[in-house]
């Protein structure tokens, strides 16, 4: 056992990766090289005695991706998930959650772990991998995506226990950030000359026309956009003074550009973009 135990050690030493076993709780090494790109979150999970490893670095299941990438309402404020691509960016303000969400369930379904290198964005797709870099003092890492947030004004990204202390804002609690998409289901891209770098497209995109709180108007509507051939549904809900409201959606865009051209071409006063 100890042999073993020496000759991994001297294995993983000569190969030069950097090796943190952080994770008491599920017993999983996690391999990174602070500040490279090349960094990866190992895929491979405990089940009962055997060691599992995902297929294709995938973490959230089909179903699950997709209702993370619906629209939200948080605290009256709405969040409309979109696709990204590697190499897009965003700054702000990132801050660390920890014991009080330990062991609760993720937006993509898996158990929060604090000891994990992970990621709360309030927008980007779930495996998102994303080099955070603390503006602060130039410390970085690549992490995932896992959960949906923070929804607190002014920060764009939480970070698990982990990530914090690694870029070192465990103890301040909040730090200036550059957030830098490197891949994708759990994996990071390397670039491939000729090759143009992948994104997470989204499709099903829709406009709402309209909003009524006359059925009949709606109704309207929908005949209007279903003699142009369109996909169209009338979702029923209420507003935000509690009237009921006819929403009347267009359906079955394959991009966010081809919903704008939309709107454009057939002039629809206060249309917008909405996913199913």
Known sequence: MYKSIFFIAITLVIAGCSVSNLNPFQKKTIYYIEGDESSYVDTTVRSGSRLI???????????????????YVVRGRVYRPTF???GDTMSGVASWYGPNFHGHETSNGENYNMYDMTLAHKTWPMDTMVKVTNLDNGKSIVARINDRGPFVAGRIVDCSYSVGKKIGIDKKGICNVKLK???FAGKVY?????KIAPKVKLTNFGVQVGAFAN??????IKSKYLALGKSVNV????GKDGTILHRVHVMGFGSKEEALDFISDN???GGFIIRD
Do not use: E, L, Q
């Not at 390397?190 to 000729?194: L, S, T």
């Not at 059925?215 to 309207?220: I, L, P």
């Open 181 to 183: 998409v490197v891949g």
């Open 84 to 86: 990204v691509g590697v």
């Open 53 to 71: 490893r995902k297929p294709d670095g995938g973490f959230t299941s089909k179903a699950r991706h997709k209702a993370t990438m619906k629209t």
């Open 235 to 238: 979702k029923v809900g209420k």
């Open 215 to 220: 059925a009949d108007n709606a109704s309207k």
């Open 267 to 269: 002039s629809i006063a």
């Open 190 to 194: 390397r670039p491939v000359a000729g």
